[in-house]
């Protein structure tokens, strides 16, 4: 196994750094008695406050597996999860609810907006349920909807609006809760390359102006070159990690060198 | 292709159980109609009664047929959007049209088939209670003999397979005719949502005025117009409920939505949202439920009325037992010692009366006997027997009318009626019906007028004397009238009438058939409508599951969605249970102006009623849609 580290010395001074999420040696097996996989293959990961990271692995991989682990809508099968100072595996059902609502924000691949409401409604859900006042909801949603340019679609339901607008919709949701951190699971993959950027430009904004901690899982280098620091998923194992220096272009360039020199099993994509 | 459908209908056997069930439904009250009738349940109320209850099936049975159209038609359309874009998949492995109809076609008819079975199934086992119940309910005093016969059967399945047919050939026509986008795009009519503000004004606007029209013509006041009314007041109040539920009730929950501080409040994000979402594909459903709704409302009204009614019929006929009508005076005596030979007269009461001839008199709806009493002997009747008496003193014009009680009359305002007798119009100032003359009241016009009057009337017509006595013991009767009939046969003068009224006479007991069938339409309206929605709502769940995983997804706790859930039904049939609660103000108010008695108590019993069996399928629909959304 070729294990490539790079060094990291870009990044924000080690002693600001908060961790939002720590992951030791996870495990994930599939299957009952003789007829098992093992998806996951001992994964190590520290996500701190302002990160934003890509994942990048090949289909089938596992990555939908290790987000939805971190999310806790999955049970890892050994290993320890930390979220916001928490062991999601010695944490009751009630409380990783609670956890999701407030701390966790969902990009879903396919929007996943309720088309019975409008985008403003959707975009405010989440607050309003947690009991925040009508007035306080609507003054945020206006805030980041306009940060996300898409303020003029407000009133408009789901079905009227492009896959782009959706999912920066989707987007907005998942960061009206301020939450500790958003997942993303292949945000741009229903979306053609223009909207794509978009939206990238989206989250590449809201965490440079300190507004997120984006986890995002993809296939596309293209995507990952958007991240600041991007790990490489294979075979349930991480492979290695790049970070992101300062031009997005060269980040690309490097993110596909490494995928070349993987070869193999990372090109069939 | 036959196995495919049989396959399919196999499968799919869960998604049909919405439609088997409710097509069971319409079959098992057929069946129950049908079984009713042929149990000889009717035959007992003997020949007398034969023309009002044939009258009675025959009026039951083209309601029951035309609900069951409707019903299936619902049905079936429900099922058949759903179905098609399922079936339409079959597009891309090359089937043609024809042949995605005659699947169609082919599950409908095992789907039918099997709730025929299932509908006759139940029916069966129902039956005997269900008689049970009604009997039990209109109390008739006759045992009845069960008598199971495969006529019914046939009948049910007979009428329902016709029915049934013309909707699964025109699912079948349906789907022949259309296109491949229409079918696989069937189920993606997310174009509904939130519709234009101006057209839902003019609706409610148009649905207001019409609905008020339709109440206002329910409760008007009408010589005689009253049955044109009534009608018109139905199809007003359909129209108009149908309106308020395309115009009214929508703009009132979207212009909510626009109010963010009163939608984003508990769960109402997202109840109000589905709601309007839904509301227009679903306001049919909503007004159909509503107009069920008042129609069950109104039948148990009714029924609870007339029996209300009966009792007071009877009790009125049986004011007396015997009344005699003689030129001689003293004949009361001795009809007295007669009668109370081995009886307790309890009630005994004389009183001179004036027969008109006919010809002396002009009304409006003129009869052959005309009678007229003076205030002064009337008041002291009333002394003697104990009545009420609340005739204030008549002027030289003025008269009053006794009259009997009716079970219904069209004729609903009875002010500024004149009646003329003997050269003299008089202003009838009250109708009342106190049965100060008893059984006589059902035969003859009684008219008071004050004691002047009658004296100068006494030169048109022939006074006589109404003798009248109520016996103690009922038991007595058939003794006691064989007794009297031989006294006045002896008394030789030709003159004297008698009038005898079995206590035990079952000659109204066709009363009793109108109101236990009245229940009887009750429960089918009740059941369908909750049928109706619980369908509607099982169904909409279903689409449901998709929102309520991702909600979950996001960290939404399953009590706060099923909260929502439950605003969402209470709504649901809070909407159609409140706007049949106002109707049925007017639609009962109609009844009581026609039976000339307040009804507000038996409005609200029945709008309870209905209330409480509405609770039980809102309990059943929530159970089955939080199954269905996966909460
Ligand atoms: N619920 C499951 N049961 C069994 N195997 C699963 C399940 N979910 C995912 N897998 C398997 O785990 C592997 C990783 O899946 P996934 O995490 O979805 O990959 P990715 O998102 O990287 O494409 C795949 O081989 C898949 O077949
Ligand atoms: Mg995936």
Partial sequence: MNHVEEKNNMTTAPAQRVHVAVVKNLIKTYGGKGFQTRVLKGI???????????????????????LNILSTIDKPTQGTVILDGQDITRVSNRELSRLRRDKIGFVFQDYNLLDTMTLQDNIALPLSLSGVSGKECVEKVRKLASLLGIEEHLKKYPYQLSGGQRQRGATCRALVTEPEIIFADEPTGA????????????????????????????????????????????????????????????????????QTSMGGDFLCQ | MRKLAWINFKYGFKQYLSLVISLAFTVLVLFNFQNLICSGAFEILGTRNREYVEMIINMITFVLVCFMFFFIWYSTDVFLTRRKKEIGIYVFMGLSNEKIGKLYFLETVFTGLWALFLGLFFGALSSGLFQMILLAISDLTVEIHFRPGLKPVFVTAGIYGAVYLIFAVKGYVNLVRSSVLGMISAAKQNEYVRQS???????????????GSGYYLAVKRDQGGAMGNALAAVALVTAGVYLLFGGLIPLIFQTAAGNKR??????????????????K???????????????????????????????????????????????????????????????????????????????????????????????????????????EFPIAPLGDDQIVKISHLYLMSLITDKS????????????????????????????????????????RLRSFGEELYACSYRIGDPGNFMETRDRLDRFVAGLEDGHTARVAIDPESNELDWVKVMYSVCIFMFLVFVLASGSIMFMKLYNDAFEEKGRCQVMLKMGFDRGTLKKAMKAELAVAYGLPFAVMGISSFFSVGALARMMFTDLTGVNLVSVAAVLGILVLWYGLSLQACEKNAGL
Wanted: hydrophobic letters at 40%; one cysteine or more; proline letters at 3%.
């Fill in chain 1, 191 to 258: 979306l053609d390359s223009k909207s794509g950027r978009e939206l990238l430009e989206c989250f590449k904004m809201v965490n440079d102006r300190g507004q997120a901690t984006i986890l995002m899982v993809t296939h596309d280098p293209f995507c990952a070159s958007y991240a600041k620091d991007v790990y490489i998923l294979s075979d349930g194992k991480i492979l290695c990690r790049l970070s992101r220096g300062g031009d997005r272009k060269e980040f690309y360039d490097r993110i596909i060198d490494v």
């Fill in chain 2, 197 to 211: 503000k101006a057209i839902l004004f003019i609706k409610s606007a148009a649905g207001t005025a019409v609905l």
């Fill in chain 2, 281 to 387: 594909k679903n306001y049919r459903t909503y007004a159909m439920v509503s107009i069920l709704l008042l129609c069950s409302v109104t039948a148990l009204a009714t029924s609870f009325a007339m029996r209300g009614r009966y009792d007071s019929i009877i009790r009125f006929e049986n004011t007396y037992t015997f009344q005699l009508l003689s030129p001689w005076q003293e004949l009361d005596e001795q009809a007295a010692a007669v009668i109370g030979d081995g009886n307790d007269i309890v009630v005994r009461s004389r009183i001179p009366l004036l027969c008109v001839d006919p010809s002396y008199v002009n009304t409006k709806y003129p009869d052959s006997r005309y009678t007229i009493l003076s205030w002064s002997d009337l008041k002291e009747l009333a002394r003697e027997t104990g009545m």
């Fill in chain 1, 44 to 66: 190590d990961l520290d996500i701190c406050r302002n990160d934003f990271i890509a994942v990048m692995g090949p289909s089938g991989s596992g990555k939908t597996t290790l």
């Fill in chain 2, 262 to 279: 009163f939608l984003y409040k508990n769960q109402r994000i997202l109840w109000v949202n589905s709601l309007i979402f839904r509301m």
């Fill in chain 2, 416 to 455: 500024g009626i004149t009646v003329a007798i003997g050269g003299r119009t008089y202003s009838q100032v009250e109708d009342i019906s106190i049965p100060y003359m008893g059984y006589l009241q059902e035969n003859m016009n009684f008219y008071v007028v004050n004691d002047e009057e009658y004296r």
